[in-house]
């Protein structure tokens, strides 16, 4: 009797997954008192992407950022935020679930940065009277301080912070309710250069720690970009004139187009830099 050895299944290769959309933007527009503020603009941002928009004043980088954040509807186009259509869903729930920093946040009260952090569990300025977190979230909001380099800073008032620590305290804030998607809405404005290196190397630090988290970034300039910044998007007058990865978009010639001005780009240890060109002296 011949035995027939058992032939070795061999299980099916596995298709690489493509990372989910956690913004979809489709030809989006924006008119308000017959101002054209966003002109057909399409946007995708996928899980793990860290994508920056810039462009001059008023461009449309905060108004497009508005339309991701669920804080206003487009007048043409659709927006798919975390898999629901702006329009079709309760626009207080879907912010629940988005990250929104802007450092012009209206917090007055003297709350220590432990408090202010904790305020994003229930998307209020102040403490709310019948709630109390738990130690699981208190240990969260420390470890999230820690991480943005403000662990020693825990128990100081918020009126006594300086603008670049309030920045990072407010993305701690916004890191509470584990968002997928962290909108930030020119974070380094008015900060010196060593608040501003601190708030990028502790961007940096957070999307290593968090690889799955989604961001995208509004800046007037190249030098606020972090390292791990991955795609870009150029906007001029409403119209975006360029968008993918930001090697690609972030070029001597499309930068200079953009901006209408000549100017250079340069890249060094990940980070951009922008000067003009000079004319040729004759």
């Known amino acids: 009797m011949t035995t027939t050895a058992a032939a070795t299944v061999q299980p099916a290769p596995t298709a690489p997954t493509t990372p989910v959309p956690v913004i979809r933007a489709d030809k989006v527009s924006l008119v308000r008192d017959g101002n054209v503020l966003l002109d057909s603009v399409s946007l995708t ?3 793990g992407e860290h ?13 497009l950022l508005g339309l991701l954040g669920a804080v206003t509807h487009p007048t043409r186009g659709s927006v798919e935020v975390l898999g629901r259509t702006l329009g ?6 879907l912010r629940t679930l988005l990250g929104h920093v802007d450092p012009r946040h209206p917090l007055r009260s003297p709350l220590t940065v432990n408090q202010v952090v904790l305020t994003g569990l229930t998307n209020s300025v102040e403490p709310l009277p019948r709630w109390s977190p738990g130690a699981e979230q208190r240990e969260r909001a420390e470890r999230l301080l820690k991480m943005l380099g403000m662990g020693s800073r825990t128990q100081s008032r918020w009126p006594a912070l300086s603008q670049g620590e309030r920045g990072r305290t407010l993305i701690a804030r916004a890191l509470m309710p584990q968002p ?4 930030l809405d020119e974070p380094a404005t008015g900060l010196d250069l060593a608040a501003r290196e601190q708030l990028l190397e502790s961007l940096d630090a957070l999307r290593e720690e968090h690889p799955e ?4 970034l509004v800046t007037h300039h190249l030098e606020e970009l972090p390292a791990s910044t991955t795609h870009a998007m150029l906007l001029r007058g409403g119209r975006c004139m360029a968008r ?4 690609q978009v972030l070029t001597t010639d499309q930068v200079s187009d953009c901006f209408g001005h000549p100017v250079r780009i340069t890249r060094a240890d990940g980070r951009w830099t922008a000067r003009a060109q000079r004319a040729a002296r004759r």
């Open 45 to 47: 941002v996928r899980s």
């Open 51 to 63: 994508w920056a928009l810039l462009g001059a004043n008023g461009a449309g980088k905060s108004t």
């Open 88 to 93: 079709r869903v309760d626009l207080r729930e």
């Open 180 to 183: 997928r998607l962290l909108l």
């Open 213 to 216: 988290l989604a961001t995208v």
């Open 244 to 247: 993918g990865p930001a090697d």
